[in-house]
């Protein structure tokens, strides 16, 4: 904390000349709703800031006067004069225009690619993810991202996320600043984001600002509305799988607003008489998922500001059977009910607070919690004339993490030439990798009541962290910092200094050249299974013999806008990563005579490539063309005979195409492409029968095992689908209708999800392709009031 505390003071010493601060918050005229990353600019110096994440600005002037113009994409600029006298509290209401307009086009270009400092970054417009065609009709926010250069999706239609070769457990994803440990519902093919309860998304996949730390990949911050300052509002939808309903307004006219969503998926009250049918009233099954977002905003004051947020989503699938039969006099009943469910919880209370005009604070207190389980109860029973005999077993098997944490973070705006941002925090984590609970009962009698498997690990997470956002001269500016933390777990310590930077120089007004350089450490370790398709992840900590992952990433790129309306952007990277793990061959979460350290294989890996995205962001047509062409590699030492092999999802070529065009205002469609090398798996080239000496030597007792040449020696074939879609749009008096339809793979491409080898008629053995998605439609009906 003294290093926090002296870069302070240095820093403040920068002040040579007395200077008047213009300060306040950046809002939507229309519904108080901060807006993140709005633009305020000194004409005659050229000075100039952004909007914090709750929409707070300073900047600090010299002089007797200044024009200030205050700028966001897709809203009317804003300018203002002001006598620099004293300190200014300007707090300013921004107008959202019509886009059709393209005179506003010139107008809103506030923040140009070129000019920040922040590579391999970009803000995600929810305008975007709700006109883009997306699959059964439910707009998401992982589907959308997936488009972009350098995230690969993992399977067919599932919303995981690989950033530059990275794993899933290595994307920070962050909701209202709180970590979400699993982004899924519906085995994968959704994600756990209500678009309608979101207000910013930020995706950073490198050059990583020092206030981020915890993970190697990504940083995906997700922030969600905070409620209608002005009136009261609501939005809703109806579509093929799911409904959803999402209500905001004030309490208190511009003081209290509100803000709360929830979904639900039908599919299990749809399919039930269906499947009591086929069950002959017999049994019956079925599976949902639902979540809720909440959020309070109050002010107390323009220095006091307070905001709790929460989400909770769970996902259930349940199967239930009951058979009676009576024999000779004796009723036979017998019930078997199994149930797999997962979900996460996060709450958040902060409080912001401005020290001064120059001095923003932001304390923060959460919890987070994902948990897993699966298991399954049987029921037996006998009534006969001499009594009543019966028996019960049951079996459980959970795993999870839960998080406390409370953190404090300042923004402080000493020169227009600085924006310093340092801070501090904690977390306690509670891992349970795997615990196993097992009971039977005999009559009256408990025989059997146990608990096996990994025991709960308590560990403690620290950190402290400062950068700089600092412009050298008209040309050159560089962001520089450093993320300090440490990890405590079992009496053992691990420690990690990361310094990270950012520089970015002008060649012109218009293009720019850029430059990082960023070490990342991540205590957290994730245990895959990717030959299950369930959400089996074990979240583990570090060990005495499993250490951290660390990695290191470079990356080159330029940035131009052209002719006022296109963005490009070209960037280059490299990533080394260390201390990553994975499932000894034929090992997973399943059997517990062995700890989880001794199922693991412990390696490094590798990734590099390049990536173009050229982007228009305003007018009648925007969208983007993305390209990546990467390479990412592993290497085990007990894997693959100790040679290097392809991590699964490296893809040589991935294209995403994400185009959408406003007709006028009651028409709209959207069109996506993509385009993907396929996965890398291993494919086994014979298979034999393996000796097991349970069974007193007998071969055709053991199980069949395959002898795989390589790992992940053998490509898919390749995948690529074309969805398109179309809103139509009214407007009453009170409120507006949205019909949106939309195919999903209009061309009917048969992608590969899964391959493997079966026989033929005359027992010739060939390779067979498993394709789940053909060509889908789909509507949904939204409204808004």
Same mark, same amino acid.
């Given at each position: 904390?003294? @290093?926090?505390?002296?870069?302070?003071?240095?820093?403040?010493?920068?002040?040579?000349?007395?200077?008047?601060?213009?300060?306040?918050?950046?809002?939507?005229?229309?519904?108080? %709703?901060?807006?993140?990353?709005?633009?305020?600019?000194?004409?005659?110096?050229?000075?100039?800031?952004?909007?914090?994440?709750?929409?707070?600005?300073?900047?600090?002037?010299?002089?007797?006067?200044?024009?200030?113009?205050?700028?966001?994409? *897709?809203?009317?600029?804003?300018?203002?004069?002001?006598?620099?006298? %004293?300190?200014?509290?300007?707090?300013?209401?921004?107008?959202?225009?019509?886009?059709?307009?393209?005179?506003?086009?010139?107008?809103?270009?506030?923040?140009?690619?070129?000019?920040?400092?922040?590579?391999?970054?970009?803000?995600?417009?929810?305008?975007?993810?709700?006109?883009?065609?997306?699959?059964?009709?439910?707009?998401?926010?992982?589907?959308?991202?997936?488009?972009?250069?350098?995230?690969?999706?993992?399977?067919?239609?599932?919303?995981?996320?690989?950033?530059?070769?990275?794993?899933?457990?290595?994307?920070?994803?962050?909701?209202?600043?709180?970590?979400?440990?699993?982004?899924?519902? =519906?085995?994968?093919?959704?994600?756990?984001?209500?678009a309608d309860a979101i207000n910013s998304v930020q995706l950073i996949k490198g050059g990583f600002p020092a206030h981020y730390g915890g993970r190697l990949s990504s940083v995906i911050d997700i922030r969600m509305k905070e409620g209608n300052m002005k009136e009261f509002h609501g939005e809703g939808s109806i579509g093929l799988i799911s409904a959803k309903l999402m209500l905001e307004g004030p309490i208190v006219k511009d003081k209290t607003s509100f803000a709360i969503s929830g979904r639900r998926t039908y599919i299990d009250l749809l399919a039930r008489p269906l499947i009591k049918a086929a069950a002959e009233d017999q049994g019956f099954g079925g599976y949902f998922f639902y979540d809720l977002n909440a959020k309070l905003n109050h002010k107390f004051s323009?220095?006091?500001?307070?905001?709790?947020?929460?989400?909770?989503?769970?996902?259930?699938?349940?199967? /239930?059977?009951?058979?009676?039969?009576?024999? &000779?006099?004796?009723?036979?009943?017998?019930?078997?009910?199994?149930?797999?469910?997962?979900?996460? *919880?996060?709450?958040?209370?902060?409080?912001?607070?401005?020290?001064?005009?120059?001095?923003?604070?932001?304390?923060?207190?959460?919890?987070?919690?994902?948990?897993?389980?699966?298991?399954?109860?049987?029921?037996?029973?006998?009534?006969?004339?001499?009594?009543?005999?019966?028996?019960?077993?049951? @079996?459980?098997?959970?795993?999870?993490?839960?998080?406390?944490?409370? !953190?404090?973070?300042?923004?402080?705006?000493?020169?227009?030439?600085?924006?310093?941002?340092?801070?501090?925090?904690?977390?306690?984590?509670?891992?349970?990798?795997?615990?196993? /609970?097992?009971?039977? %009962?005999?009559?009256?009698?408990?025989?059997?009541?146990?608990?096996?498997?990994? /025991?709960?690990?308590?560990?403690?997470?620290?950190?402290?962290?400062?950068?700089?956002?600092?412009?050298?001269?008209?040309? =050159?500016?560089?962001?520089?910092?450093?993320?300090?933390?440490? @990890?405590?777990?079992?009496?053992?310590?691990?420690?990690?200094?990361?310094?990270?930077?950012?520089?970015?120089?002008?060649?012109?007004?218009?293009?720019?050249?850029?430059?990082?350089?960023?070490?990342?450490?991540?205590? =957290?370790? =994730?245990?895959? &299974?990717?030959?299950?398709?369930?959400?089996?992840?074990?979240?583990?900590?570090?060990?005495? /013999?499993?250490?951290?992952?660390?990695?290191?990433?470079?990356?080159?790129?330029?940035?131009?806008?052209?002719?006022?309306?296109?963005?490009?952007?070209?960037?280059?990277?490299? !990533?080394?990563?260390?201390?990553?793990?994975?499932?000894?061959?034929?090992?997973?979460?399943?059997?517990?005579?062995?700890?989880?350290?001794?199922?693991?294989?412990?390696?490094?890996?590798?990734?590099?490539?390049?990536?173009?995205?050229?982007? !228009?962001?305003?007018?009648?047509?925007?969208?983007?063309?993305?390209?990546?062409?990467?390479?990412?590699?592993?290497?085990?030492?007990?894997?693959?005979?100790?040679?290097?092999?392809?991590?699964?999802?490296?893809?040589?070529?991935?294209?995403?195409?994400?185009?959408?065009?406003?007709? &006028?205002?009651?028409?709209?469609?959207?069109?996506?492409?993509?385009?993907?090398?396929?996965?890398?798996?291993?494919?086994?080239?014979?298979?034999?029968?393996?000796?097991?000496?349970?069974?007193?030597?007998?071969?055709? %007792?053991?199980?069949?095992?395959?002898?795989?040449?390589?790992?992940?020696?053998?490509?898919?074939?390749?995948?690529?689908?074309?969805?398109?879609?179309?809103?139509?749009?009214?407007?009453?008096?009170?409120?507006?209708?949205?019909?949106?339809?939309?195919?999903?793979?209009?061309?009917?491409?048969?992608?590969?999800?899964?391959?493997?080898?079966?026989?033929?008629?005359?027992?010739?053995?060939?390779?067979?392709?498993?394709?789940?998605?053909?060509?889908?439609?789909?509507?949904?009906?939204?409204?808004?009031?």
């Amino acid at each position: 904390m003294r @290093f926090l505390i002296v870069l302070f003071v240095l820093l403040s010493s920068l002040l040579l000349n007395a200077q008047v601060v213009v300060s306040g918050y950046v809002t939507d005229k229309t519904s108080g %709703e901060p807006l993140i990353g709005a633009t305020i600019y000194e004409e005659s110096t050229k000075k100039g800031t952004t909007t914090n994440v709750y929409g707070y600005y300073s900047i600090a002037l010299s002089g007797d006067s200044a024009i200030l113009k205050f700028s966001f994409v *897709g809203y009317g600029n804003q300018r203002f004069q002001f006598a620099l006298n %004293e300190d200014i509290k300007w707090n300013v209401e921004m107008d959202p225009f019509n886009e059709l307009n393209e005179v506003a086009v010139n107008a809103s270009q506030s923040s140009n690619i070129q000019d920040e400092t922040q590579m391999s970054s970009i803000d995600l417009s929810m305008d975007k993810v709700k006109a883009l065609p997306v699959f059964l009709g439910e707009k998401d926010v992982m589907k959308t991202i997936q488009l972009l250069p350098g995230i690969q999706s993992g399977t067919e239609g599932a919303s995981g996320i690989y950033v530059r070769g990275g794993g899933p457990d290595q994307n920070l994803i962050l909701l209202d600043g709180v970590p979400v440990y699993n982004a899924s519902h =519906l085995f994968g093919f959704f994600s756990v984001f209500n678009a309608d309860a979101i207000n910013s998304v930020q995706l950073i996949k490198g050059g990583f600002p020092a206030h981020y730390g915890g993970r190697l990949s990504s940083v995906i911050d997700i922030r969600m509305k905070e409620g209608n300052m002005k009136e009261f509002h609501g939005e809703g939808s109806i579509g093929l799988i799911s409904a959803k309903l999402m209500l905001e307004g004030p309490i208190v006219k511009d003081k209290t607003s509100f803000a709360i969503s929830g979904r639900r998926t039908y599919i299990d009250l749809l399919a039930r008489p269906l499947i009591k049918a086929a069950a002959e009233d017999q049994g019956f099954g079925g599976y949902f998922f639902y979540d809720l977002n909440a959020k309070l905003n109050h002010k107390f004051s323009d220095k006091s500001r307070l905001y709790a947020s929460g989400y909770f989503g769970n996902d259930k699938f349940y199967a /239930t059977l009951n058979d009676e039969y009576v024999d &000779n006099g004796t009723t036979y009943s017998y019930r078997f009910e199994n149930q797999l469910k997962w979900g996460n *919880g996060i709450a958040a209370l902060r409080w912001n607070y401005l020290i001064n005009p120059k001095l923003f604070s932001n304390t923060t207190l959460t919890f987070s919690k994902y948990n897993f389980v699966v298991g399954f109860s049987e029921q037996d029973e006998q009534i006969s004339s001499t009594g009543t005999e019966s028996q019960e077993f049951s @079996f459980q098997y959970l795993s999870g993490i839960r998080d406390y944490s409370a !953190k404090v973070d300042f923004d402080y705006t000493p020169h227009p030439d600085h924006y310093v941002k340092f801070g501090t925090g904690y977390t306690y984590h509670t891992f349970t990798p795997g615990v196993n /609970t097992f009971r039977q %009962e005999q009559g009256s009698t408990v025989e059997i009541d146990t608990t096996f498997g990994a /025991t709960l690990i308590n560990a403690s997470e620290f950190w402290a962290y400062a950068e700089d956002d600092y412009k050298i001269t008209t040309r =050159l500016k560089a962001n520089l910092g450093a993320h300090f933390s440490g @990890f405590i777990v079992n009496g053992r310590t691990y420690l990690s200094f990361q310094p990270r930077a950012s520089v970015r120089f002008m060649l012109n007004e218009n293009s720019s050249i850029k430059a990082s350089y960023a070490q990342m450490a991540q205590f =957290l370790h =994730l245990l895959t &299974n990717t030959g299950i398709g369930l959400p089996t992840d074990l979240w583990v900590p570090p060990t005495d /013999t499993i250490k951290p992952q660390y990695s290191t990433q470079y990356a080159i790129g330029y940035a131009q806008t052209i002719a006022k309306k296109y963005e490009l952007s070209v960037e280059g990277y490299y !990533k080394k990563m260390t201390n990553l793990i994975e499932y000894k061959d034929g090992a997973s979460f399943f059997g517990n005579q062995e700890s989880w350290e001794e199922k693991i294989e412990v390696g490094e890996g590798m990734a590099y490539g390049a990536e173009i995205l050229i982007e !228009k962001k305003v007018g009648k047509t925007s969208g983007w063309i993305g390209y990546t062409l990467s390479w990412s590699n592993r290497t085990f030492e007990n894997l693959n005979f100790g040679e290097t092999f392809p991590y699964r999802y490296d893809r040589r070529h991935d294209i995403g195409v994400a185009i959408t065009h406003k007709f &006028n205002e009651r028409v709209d469609i959207g069109v996506v492409w993509v385009y993907g090398t396929g996965n890398a798996v291993s494919l086994g080239t014979e298979r034999y029968l393996s000796y097991d000496a349970a069974f007193n030597g007998y071969y055709w %007792e053991g199980q069949e095992i395959e002898h795989i040449d390589s790992r992940n020696g053998y490509r898919m074939p390749s995948y690529h689908r074309l969805d398109i879609g179309v809103n139509l749009h009214k407007k009453m008096a009170k409120w507006e209708r949205t019909w949106s339809f939309g195919v999903y793979n209009m061309y009917n491409r048969q992608n590969p999800f899964y391959l493997y080898f079966s026989y033929d008629d005359s027992g010739d053995r060939r390779l067979t392709q498993i394709s789940l998605f053909p060509l889908i439609p789909s509507f949904s009906y939204s409204f808004k009031f």
